[in-house]
């Protein structure tokens, strides 16, 4: 069979480490020189370029596959980012994974792999099925592989022994069929990214105001007086919200305020790319007015802070706070005012780890902005208490009616192209009533009532043996959760593990005791259908649905499209299902029809969609209408956390490299850290390291204390000195998951606790 011989990797040579801090503005000829890098490296000049000017543009463009930051209204003709490009010529790499590939390696084999050489090996081609007597993949045809997943959906003791996971790439359309099948199965068992990134903002901003979104638009982020960037590295994980920064800077003396353990680059100055004359002539924008740097945790601190020098501001000063906006629109006002007095200076000092001086300054920052937005990301959702911090962020936002007017409200930034989209279109392990009773009427079906199991407890479910068929949409699994060691063998006790995929990563590796691995098509590659070339339609972290259209050949002939898997799969088990798979599959169109009837907010999904950047889902909160418990914007009156480590340890944070989406690792680099070919490693406090006798780059063995008392270890790391507050330290994902205890998970969010882990750091013992 085999042909041409594919080469292991070597790990003999590995390249020199160092890391030197970042002397250069965010963007600018970094990420210019960057793009052309990589262009070289995927050899994609020519159709790297074309895609560039493709890329999130509606007149026929596709929508780039990272994060979820809104297209441009301006027009913008290259409304892309250095990591976008990434992102997509990492997609139209010309290296394949098909049947040779697999013929060459052991899956044992392939165990040793770096996560960076297992995606960089290039795209998967055709459906391969796992053979535990060779240890290696085979192919399988498409229709042999639905009725091995059919058999094994059809011989489980119930629906709710199989679980249906969905990372946030997955289009609106793939996501309802998804959701639509695994109801109609019978199990609301449908984990997706979001239980592990936004599912606290969800849940505050939903108790607070009545929706689990935020409420701007990028019209809000080009009319703001401030704006409070909290736990984001924006330069990497939503490069183009660079753009709305610099120019409000330029065209309105717009103040930034950071709020970050880290200082990131966004936090210092910037050149955008697309601005040719700012880039010619070395000319960066400032964008931060002043950089908080809270101890890890101590986010909510902060926000108290600033709430209560408002109040106290007030009894001087009647306009630092909107009375008559809190008297109309808002629920307990005097509760929240009475926690504001009792809590002390001192106690917040303490919980924040800045001192108040700096917080005064955060908050006349905010008394002087007519208009304000407070956006923010993972550095404020994985922890125990983010619900809290959230809904302390949307009281600060209500004391001055910073919401329901233009520039003005709460953004979290979602982190996935579509992870919004999947929510709203029914990826819900706890859905409601109404949207089943929706679904139900809509699509002839009868959904379970109970609710399913979130990401935590599918991993629980799988290694106690009640979870025993494992499909994952995208993404991967066993790399962007906790407890890896445990994650590993709970996806290993299953009896069936499906990935849908376009590159091979850990997760088809670490696989059940049958698997199958099904390539599917990419963002930028042509759906073509029954009914002509398909468009796919997302949402971003604004609310924004608009179309993706395909601009190039498939890297396979016998890639399928998400929706196609679904149907394939839903009709292989559900023989006589009324749903029509086959006319879904074969027109989108229908199924948005469908969509429409479902969901509140599609109407003429598919005439409204097809208007120049789509159309904006509407945000009742956003029109001062709080479907809450009260009817009205509720404040929060949550006690002030304790954020501190127990003495003598530190609080470490997971974090994501400039170099990296997600699980995908494209380098050892961490271009705005000035790491080079290094990710084993924590970057810590000096006096931290002094105290525990480290020198820069030592090895250390780093052990996390989890809530049960159960501990667990990663030796032969290396630490790195940086600028981060003490108590706190950061190693990366998914190396550092390891660390994150399964067990240890919000009360409040269901979250795990990805960035609260507390930990101790030891010399590593000589090998
Ligand atoms: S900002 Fe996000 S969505 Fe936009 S090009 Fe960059 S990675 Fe893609």
Same mark, same amino acid.
């Given at each position: 069979?085999?042909?041409?011989?594919?080469?292991?990797?070597?790990?003999?040579?590995?390249?020199?480490?160092?890391?030197?801090?970042?002397?250069?503005?965010?963007?600018?000829?970094?990420?210019?020189?960057?793009?052309?890098?990589?262009?070289?490296?995927?050899?994609?000049?020519?159709?790297?370029?074309?895609?560039?000017?493709?890329?999130?543009?509606?007149?026929?463009?596709?929508?780039?596959?990272?994060?979820?930051?809104?297209?441009?209204?301006?027009?913008?003709?290259?409304?892309?980012?250095?990591?976008?490009?990434?992102?997509?010529?990492?997609?139209?790499?010309?290296?394949?994974?098909?049947?040779?590939?697999?013929?060459?390696?052991?899956?044992?084999?392939?165990?040793?792999?770096?996560?960076?050489?297992?995606?960089?090996?290039?795209?998967?081609?055709?459906?391969?099925?796992?053979?535990?007597?060779?240890?290696?993949?085979?192919?399988?045809?498409?229709?042999?592989?639905?009725?091995?997943?059919?058999?094994?959906?059809?011989?489980?003791?119930?629906?709710?022994?199989?679980?249906?996971?969905?990372?946030?790439?997955?289009?609106?359309?793939?996501?309802?069929?998804?959701?639509?099948?695994?109801?109609?199965?019978?199990?609301?068992?449908?984990?997706?990214?979001?239980?592990?990134?936004?599912?606290?903002?969800?849940?505050?901003?939903?108790?607070?105001?009545?929706?689990?979104?935020?409420?701007?638009?990028?019209?809000?982020?080009?009319?703001?007086?401030?704006?409070?960037?909290?736990?984001?590295?924006?330069?990497?994980?939503?490069?183009?919200?660079?753009?709305?920064?610099?120019?409000?800077?330029?065209?309105?003396?717009?103040?930034?305020?950071?709020?970050?353990?880290? @200082?990131?680059?966004?936090?210092?100055?910037?050149?955008?790319?697309?601005?040719?004359?700012?880039?010619?002539?070395?000319?960066?924008?400032?964008?931060?007015?002043?950089?908080?740097?809270?101890?890890?945790?101590?986010?909510?601190?902060?926000?108290?802070?600033?709430?209560?020098?408002?109040?106290?501001?007030?009894?001087?000063?009647?306009?630092?706070?909107?009375?008559?906006?809190?008297?109309?629109?808002?629920?307990?006002?005097?509760?929240?005012?009475?926690?504001?007095?009792?809590?002390?200076?001192?106690?917040?000092?303490?919980?924040?780890?800045?001192?108040?001086?700096?917080?005064?300054?955060?908050?006349?920052?905010?008394?002087?902005?007519?208009?304000?937005?407070?956006?923010?990301?993972?550095?404020?959702?994985?922890?125990?208490?983010?619900?809290?911090?959230?809904?302390?962020?949307?009281?600060?936002?209500?004391?001055?009616?910073? @919401?329901?007017?233009?520039?003005?409200?709460?953004?979290?930034?979602?982190?996935?192209?579509?992870?919004?989209?999947?929510?709203?279109?029914?990826?819900?392990?706890?859905?409601?009533?109404?949207?089943?009773?929706?679904?139900?009427?809509?699509?002839?079906?009868?959904?379970?009532?109970?609710?399913?199991?979130?990401?935590?407890?599918?991993?629980?479910?799988?290694?106690?043996?009640?979870?025993?068929?494992?499909?994952?949409?995208?993404?991967?699994?066993?790399?962007?959760?906790?407890?890896?060691?445990?994650?590993?063998?709970?996806?290993?006790?299953?009896?069936?593990?499906?990935?849908?995929?376009?590159?091979?990563?850990?997760?088809?590796?670490?696989?059940?005791?049958?698997?199958?691995?099904?390539?599917?098509?990419?963002?930028?590659?042509?759906?073509?259908?029954?009914?002509?070339?398909?468009?796919?339609?997302?949402?971003?972290?604004?609310?924004?649905?608009?179309?993706?259209?395909?601009?190039?050949?498939?890297?396979?002939?016998?890639?399928?499209?998400?929706?196609?898997?679904?149907?394939?799969?839903?009709?292989?088990?559900?023989?006589?299902?009324?749903?029509?798979?086959?006319?879904?599959?074969?027109?989108?169109?229908?199924?948005?029809?469908?969509?429409?009837?479902?969901?509140?907010?599609?109407?003429?999904?598919?005439?409204?969609?097809?208007?120049?950047?789509?159309?904006?889902?509407?945000?009742?909160?956003?029109?001062?209408?709080?479907?809450?418990?009260?009817?009205?914007?509720?404040?929060?009156?949550?006690?002030?956390?304790?954020?501190?480590?127990?003495?003598?340890?530190?609080?470490?944070?997971?974090?994501?490299?400039?170099?990296?989406?997600?699980?995908?690792?494209?380098?050892?680099?961490?271009?705005?850290?000035?790491?080079?070919?290094?990710?084993?490693?924590?970057?810590?406090?000096?006096?931290?390291?002094?105290?525990?006798?480290?020198?820069?780059?030592?090895?250390?063995?780093?052990?996390?204390?989890?809530?049960?008392?159960?501990?667990?270890?990663?030796?032969?790391?290396?630490?790195?000195?940086?600028?981060?507050?003490?108590?706190?330290?950061?190693?990366?994902?998914?190396?550092?998951?390891?660390?994150?205890?399964?067990?240890?998970?919000?009360?409040?969010?269901?979250?795990?606790?990805?960035?609260?882990?507390?930990?101790?750091?030891?010399?590593?013992?000589?090998?």
């Amino acid at each position: 069979m085999p042909k041409k011989k594919t080469p292991t990797p070597k790990s003999s040579n590995k390249p020199k480490f160092s890391q030197n801090d970042y002397k250069h503005p965010a963007a600018a000829w970094g990420a210019a020189f960057s793009v052309g890098r990589v262009l070289l490296e995927q050899r994609e000049i020519v159709e790297g370029v074309e895609a560039v000017f493709k890329m999130n543009h509606e007149d026929g463009g596709f929508d780039c596959p990272g994060c979820a930051w809104p297209d441009d209204r301006k027009g913008l003709k290259m409304d892309i980012c250095e990591n976008g490009i990434k992102h997509v010529t990492w997609e139209m790499t010309k290296k394949r994974v098909g049947r040779e590939f697999f013929f060459e390696h052991t899956v044992t084999e392939l165990l040793e792999w770096s996560d960076f050489q297992l995606e960089d090996a290039g795209r998967l081609t055709e459906p391969m099925v796992y053979n535990p007597n060779t240890d290696k993949y085979d192919p399988i045809n498409w229709e042999d592989a639905f009725s091995l997943i059919a058999k094994h959906l059809k011989a489980l003791p119930s629906a709710d022994a199989a679980s249906f996971y969905t990372s946030g790439r997955l289009s609106n359309e793939a996501t309802f069929l998804y959701q639509l099948f695994a109801r109609e199965f019978g199990t609301n068992n449908l984990p997706d990214c979001s239980n592990m990134c936004h599912e606290a903002s969800g849940r505050a901003l939903m108790a607070s105001i009545g929706t689990g979104k935020g409420t701007c638009d990028l019209n809000d982020w080009q009319n703001t007086d401030a704006i409070f960037v909290m736990g984001v590295n924006v330069a990497t994980n939503a490069p183009r919200m660079l753009t709305a920064l610099g120019d409000g800077v330029k065209e309105r003396n717009m103040k930034i305020v950071h709020i970050n353990p880290l @200082i990131e680059v966004a936090a210092t100055d910037a050149i955008t790319p697309h601005e040719i004359m700012d880039m010619l002539l070395f000319r960066s924008t400032k964008t931060s007015s002043l950089n908080l740097q809270p101890r890890i945790g101590g986010d909510m601190a902060i926000m108290r802070g600033i709430a209560k020098y408002l109040l106290e501001l007030a009894e001087t000063d009647v306009a630092a706070i909107d009375k008559a906006f809190i008297d109309k629109y808002t629920a307990g006002f005097e509760s929240y005012r009475d926690v504001c007095k009792s809590t002390s200076w001192d106690e917040i000092e303490r919980q924040a780890g800045v001192p108040r001086e700096e917080i005064f300054k955060a908050a006349a920052i905010y008394r002087s902005a007519p208009r304000c937005i407070i956006s923010w990301c993972l550095g404020v959702t994985q922890h125990e208490f983010a619900v809290d911090t959230i809904r302390e962020i949307t009281n600060v936002l209500l004391l001055r009616a910073n @919401i329901g007017r233009e520039g003005a409200g709460p953004c979290p930034i979602r982190g996935h192209s579509n992870v919004q989209g999947n929510r709203t279109c029914g990826i819900d392990h706890r859905p409601s009533e109404d949207w089943l009773a929706r679904l139900d009427s809509a699509c002839g079906i009868r959904s379970p009532r109970e609710h399913g199991l979130d990401t935590v407890q599918t991993i629980e479910a799988m290694y106690k043996g009640d979870v025993g068929v494992f499909i994952g949409m995208g993404g991967n699994f066993a790399s962007a959760t906790p407890d890896t060691e445990y994650t590993f063998e709970a996806l290993r006790r299953c009896g069936l593990t499906v990935h849908i995929s376009t590159k091979l990563n850990r997760s088809h590796v670490v696989h059940g005791k049958e698997a199958l691995i099904l390539p599917c098509l990419g963002r930028t590659e042509f759906d073509q259908q029954s009914a002509g070339q398909q468009q796919i339609t997302v949402e971003d972290s604004m609310s924004m649905v608009h179309l993706s259209k395909g601009m190039r050949a498939p890297a396979s002939s016998s890639l399928k499209s998400e929706c196609a898997i679904v149907s394939g799969i839903a009709r292989a088990t559900l023989p006589e299902s009324k749903t029509p798979w086959e006319k879904y599959t074969g027109n989108y169109d229908s199924i948005r029809d469908k969509m429409a009837e479902a969901l509140v907010g599609f109407e003429n999904f598919n005439r409204r969609v097809r208007q120049p950047l789509g159309f904006r889902l509407a945000q009742p909160a956003r029109e001062l209408i709080f479907h809450t418990d009260t009817g009205r914007a509720n404040f929060s009156c949550a006690p002030l956390h304790d954020a501190l480590p127990p003495p003598g340890k530190l609080m470490m944070c997971t974090l994501r490299s400039h170099d990296q989406f997600n699980t995908t690792v494209y380098s050892g680099n961490d271009r705005y850290r000035g790491v080079k070919n290094l990710r084993t490693l924590l970057f810590m406090n000096e006096e931290d390291m002094q105290e525990r006798n480290l020198k820069q780059f030592d090895f250390i063995d780093i052990t996390s204390f989890a809530k049960d008392g159960t501990e667990r270890t990663i030796k032969q790391f290396r630490v790195v000195k940086y600028n981060i507050p003490r108590g706190s330290a950061a190693g990366y994902m998914p190396e550092c998951n390891a660390l994150c205890p399964i067990g240890d998970y919000s009360a409040q969010s269901d979250q795990p606790l990805m960035k609260q882990v507390v930990i101790d750091v030891k010399p590593s013992q000589a090998t």
